[in-house]
């Protein structure tokens, strides 16, 4: 409970999640994998994509059901801890 009132959440919850990079297809291959391994019934489908106005950098973003906050923490070490992510909003 003292992790709901900290973040303002009330888990579980629809969290929705942002993560820019370059636009390769190893990029999204990356937060596939990692999206993959953290949410369970993860569909690659459910992802958005939008591209920068000159194609070099997308913004893949998805909103998932949240099982509580470390499951969220664990996909943003997951994702910050490579290179080839630039932002995780």
Known sequence: MD???KSGLVY????????IGPNRVDFRD???TVLSDHI??????HLSE???SEDRYISLSLTFL????EQVDNI?????SDSRVLMII
């Open 3 to 5: 992790e709901e009132i």
């Open 12 to 19: 579980p919850c629809d969290y929705p999640i942002y993560i």
């Open 30 to 32: 990356l937060v596939i």
């Open 40 to 45: 369970e019934g993860f569909e690659p489908g």
């Open 50 to 52: 939008h591209p920068s």
């Open 66 to 69: 949240a099982k509580d906050q």
């Open 76 to 80: 943003y070490r997951a994702l910050s």
